[in-house]
């Protein structure tokens, strides 16, 4: 019994050691603290400042990156300064700071990674003077320019829009320019269009390659719709022509698959007999070898203007055929007026690789043609 109460008593005296040495410990805290400080920068960088209370002066200040520079700003503030960041990623560095007793205490610099972001590719603006704002995203400084050519289109930066300036289109043809952008290494562009319905009316050329490379066209004509929202393009040479979608505040159409363009007829020149069958808009992937006559499908009309060459129309591929790339126009012929595979005679009046339409010229232009050749039909 004596044994164990003198247990219980060691027990008791242990515990009481443990308890009091808990009460007694204190962790040693430093002097020197930072009160106050601006370190959290944007893409574009700046200078902040760090203030710190101490018993005595500051001694040194250290950067653990060469992107952040700091220096003492008296006895108790560090000026931070921080260059303009080109990176998308954001990043990080640690300033640490000793006083003249020794203590040292660390804070983190941050700055935001680079936003550059050009949403809008194509600009239209009518054939008045006319002015419109484009938006773009950025942190850093942007730098426009336009050609030294180019004295119609003026472009200036407000805030995170560019402001692009017109003067009046007289010249009865679609014109447009590129803006270049460029923030740090990045550098992207904006087409500026001016021109209106009246200016895209008319005859064209309807161009492409053939399978030898040679530039090759049929006349063509653009001219209002017999719908709101469409215009009729027509080949008078084949007596063919198509309704197409169009996007009058973007100049733009939609040239689609699988329509029907209008009879083909033959004739026996020995029996006098005729054949008729019928023209279809084919789609083709070049790179595959695939061809489509789905009316699903389509290729954008995007209209623009060149210096030498007037009012033009790029066709490009718009991704409405997944998985493929279409890069060439096919006018093919079907046996009965339906596009189906059991229809299709797989003979082609005309293909056109890479396709695009140019406007004619009228008397007294600037513009020329391109050297392409009328193609011969069946």
């Known amino acids: 019994m004596k044994k164990l109460n003198i247990i219980y ?3 008791g005296c242990l515990l009481t050691f443990v308890a009091c040495s808990d009460d007694d410990y204190s962790p040693a805290v430093s002097p020197l603290k930072v009160t106050e400080s601006n370190v959290a920068f944007n893409a574009k960088g700046g200078e902040g400042e760090i203030t710190v209370a101490s018993s005595t002066p500051i001694a040194s200040v250290e950067s653990s990156d060469d992107w952040c520079a700091v220096s003492a700003n008296g006895d108790y503030k560090v000026k931070v300064t921080v260059g303009a960041n080109e990176e998308v990623d954001s990043r990080n560095s640690v300033v640490t700071i000793k006083d003249q007793g020794g203590n040292e205490t660390h ?7 680079m936003l550059f972001v050009l949403n809008v590719h194509k600009s239209v603006l009518a054939d008045a003077a006319g ?35 017109t003067e009046a289109n007289a010249t009865g043809n679609v014109r447009s320019a590129y803006v270049y952008c460029t923030s740090g290494p990045r550098k992207d562009s904006l087409l500026v269009v001016q021109g209106e319905t009246k200016d895209i009316l008319g005859d064209y050329y309807f161009a492409g390659q053939n399978t030898k490379g040679k530039l090759i066209y049929i006349l063509g004509n653009l001219s209002e719709g017999k719908t709101a929202g469409t215009l009729k393009l027509s080949f008078p040479t084949i007596n063919a022509s198509m309704e197409v979608p169009y996007d009058e505040e973007n100049l733009s159409f939609k040239f689609q698959c699988g329509q029907y363009l209008g009879d083909w007829v033959e004739k026996d020149e020995k029996t006098g007999d005729e054949t008729t069958s019928y023209i279809y808009t084919v789609l ?7 061809l489509t006559w789905a009316d699903s499908y389509s290729m954008d009309g995007i209209i623009y203007g060149d210096p030498d060459y007037g009012t033009m129309v790029e066709f490009a591929d718009n991704g409405s055929w997944s998985g493929y ?25 005309v ?19 391109k050297s392409f050749e009328l193609v011969k039909l069946l």
Do not use: C
């Open 131 to 165: 002015q419109k704002y484009v938006k773009l995203v950025h942190s850093n400084d942007v730098a426009l320019s336009v050609d030294e050519s180019v004295d119609w289109l003026k472009v200036t930066m407000q805030g995170d829009s560019m402001v692009v300036n």
């Open 325 to 349: 790339n279409v890069s060439a126009i096919r006018f093919e012929l079907f046996s009965k007026k339906e596009a189906v595979k059991d229809n299709r005679l797989k003979i082609s009046l």
């Open 284 to 290: 083709w992937d070049i790179d595959s070898g695939y």
């Open 107 to 113: 804070i983190a610099v941050s700055q935001s990674g």
């Open 9 to 11: 008593m060691l027990l």
């Open 351 to 369: 293909s056109f690789i890479y396709p695009f339409m140019q406007k004619m010229a009228d008397r007294g232009t600037a513009a020329s043609k």
